[in-house]
């Protein structure tokens, strides 16, 4: 071989190798170069259809729709007493009887007065009718006359008296008459039959004891209650910011303390119109904003007892195959090139960071229903983007085209 065509061979090669480690300095240089960019760890996860339901969750007791306290109406003692309680009444079942002494002689004394003026009355129309008449034939004597003017008015007087005699003891028979009808009245509250059919919840009172009617600051003796079972509800104190959402004939689910792992269905058939007030330290205050809301039970069990604690999930709105992102994707952030002196809902817009290219972008959303911790996109995604997830310091760090490393999304440990 020539010295020429050695020497062109030589530097062939030397070209191959400078090329080789140009192009290795260049990979070289170009970690180096991306190692000195800031990255941020996140999680990142598919965006996908599922189905959403909105549940509004509130606490509250176990109550019968129809629940009637039987009170003293008239004073007395307590005699006898029918039922016990939990036992079950039909309307019209006796109950108790207080001591009606007093009543029966009322009413017997009113009768008898009765009795006495009607007798009198009968005497009086007697004489009213003889002084009726007397006075006609004075009245005739006198337009023939035969008799003096003095004659005739003593006569007139007379059936004038004799008049307002019978009307006096009329109005007297019609005020014992009164009397009468309020003492019977009086009498018949000393004997209390159930209203309605029943259970007996509450059996308060003794045979002995002293039964008082309510005034402007005694409520008066609660002898019993009576319920009607066979309707149960549930009332439940629901937040001013959830009770927008409700509405009356909405589904729930209701779980009872007392009946773990039983769910009662129900619908909403109640809803209160003014917030709750509640008492604190004898003084009524609406700080707390909660609005009462019923739900009454489809088939109650009758194990259910009024007074149990309840909790009630109203499902306020449903979604077959939604598209949706984790609540804790969502970012909210200033818009650029806004006014800072415009209000804050015009400043703000809220949305999630989508990826690409392990660069990450904003992506303005909007909003549907909430599901547990899922939130429906209704605009500015498509199913199958990614999304960044998490964690919260990490979104809060992001800004558009942000180098990423992704975590591994840890998995919930299985029971």
Known sequence: MSEKASFFKRRKKLLIVLAVLLVVGAIVFA??????????????????????????????????????????????????????????????????????????????????FIRAAKAD??????????DKSSFDRQQQLFDDNLISKDQLEASKAQYDVSVAQTNAIEFQIKQAEAS????????AKTTYVSPIDGVITSLQVEEGETAIIGTMNNPGTVMLTIADLSVMEVEVEVDE???????????????????????????????GSSALLKATA??????????????TLDNPDRKLKPGLSASADIIVAQKKQALAVPISSLVLREKPDVDKNAPAADREEEGVYTVAASRVKFVPVGKGITGGMMIEVTSGLSEGQEIVTGPYASLRELKDGVLIKTETKKEAPKK
Do not use: W
Request: no cysteine; hydrophobic share 35%; charged share 30%.
């Open 31 to 112: 970690n180096l170069q991306s190692r000195r960019e800031k990255t941020v760890k996140v999680t990142v996860d598919k965006i996908k259809k599922q189905d959403l339901t909105s549940i509004v969750s509130a606490s509250g007791e176990i109550k019968p729709k129809k629940n009637i306290n039987i009170s003293a109406q008239v004073p007395g003692r307590i005699v006898k007493i029918g039922v016990v309680e939990g036992q079950e009444v039909k309307a019209g079942n006796f109950l108790l009887k207080l001591d009606s002494t007093q009543y029966e002689a009322m009413s017997d004394r009113d009768q008898n």
């Open 282 to 295: 004898g003084v009524s205050t609406q700080e707390s904003k909660d609005f009462k809301v019923v739900v």
């Open 241 to 271: 910011t959830d009770v927008i959402g409700v509405s009356l004939g909405q589904e729930s689910d209701i779980r009872v303390d007392a009946m773990p792992g039983t769910i009662f269905k129900g619908k909403v058939t109640e809803i």
């Open 121 to 130: 009355l009968i005497q009086s129309e007697a004489r009213l009718k003889r």
């Open 180 to 187: 009468l009808k309020s003492t019977m009245d009086s009498l």
